[in-house]
């Protein structure tokens, strides 16, 4: 961790690529009002390793995003992804902004102030993402198609009563992992406990009690 000054917005860079970081970096130190990178890395060693919480995660997804969450370091995260599909993914995994990964510098900065104040920000290329249906049913009531079949998987083994830590074993995939797809699930299903969602689940036969 850098030490920042108080006045100087706080961000987080998360990439796999090493290359990439250094360029985001270079192009954020241009802006008239520089940012301060208080943390850059990857998602595993910036999850394991968070501090005091950024004001942005500038998160840059790659060449190719497959599925998972948003990096979690306590602050909003905007993507910068490279075509409408990653995109789709990003949105799904938790982020408040979507920017392609080509962005100019000065709306890059933008943007940034922008989910750090708790916008929502998608470039204009991105508008499909922005405003197709997002796993939601037309009367805005979850059903049986609300659920991708990892969700539906993740909804089964709520149903059994297995812990996070036990979802992400049986599923082979991080913690953090399986608690984002619970808390998909819950959203989806429109409650806030595990013990509702698998009751409402039940009511609306997704699992058997």
Do not use: Y
């Not at 998602?43 to 390793?49: C, D, K, P």
């Not at 409408?84 to 100019?104: H, I, K, N, P, S």
């Amino acid at each position: 961790m850098l030490d920042a000054p108080s006045s100087s917005p706080r961000l987080a860079l998360v990439s796999e690529d090493p290359l990439a970081r250094g360029a985001l970096a270079r192009v954020l130190s241009d802006q008239a009002e520089a940012w301060t990178v208080v943390a850059a890395g990857t998602q595993v060693e910036l999850e394991a390793t968070r501090g005091e919480p950024p004001d942005v995660v500038l998160w840059d997804t790659g060449l190719r995003l497959e599925e998972g969450a948003a990096p979690d370091l306590g602050a909003p995260v905007l993507a910068l992804v490279a075509d409408e599909a990653a995109g789709e993914l990003a949105l799904g995994a938790g982020a408040r902004g979507l920017l392609f990964r080509d962005v100019a510098p000065g709306m890059l900065g933008a943007a940034l102030h922008a989910v750090a104040r708790g916008l929502t920000v998608f470039e204009p290329g991105l508008s499909q993402v922005r405003t197709a249906p997002r796993n939601t049913a037309p009367s805005g009531a979850p059903g049986p198609d609300t659920l991708t079949p990892r969700e539906r998987e993740v909804l089964g083994l709520l149903a059994e009563g297995l812990s996070n830590k036990a979802i992400a074993d049986r599923l082979d995939i991080s913690e953090h992992t399986a608690k984002f797809h619970v808390n998909a699930v819950l959203a989806k299903l429109g409650v806030q406990r595990r013990t509702e969602a698998v009751v409402r689940a039940a009511r609306m036969g997704l699992v058997t009690l």
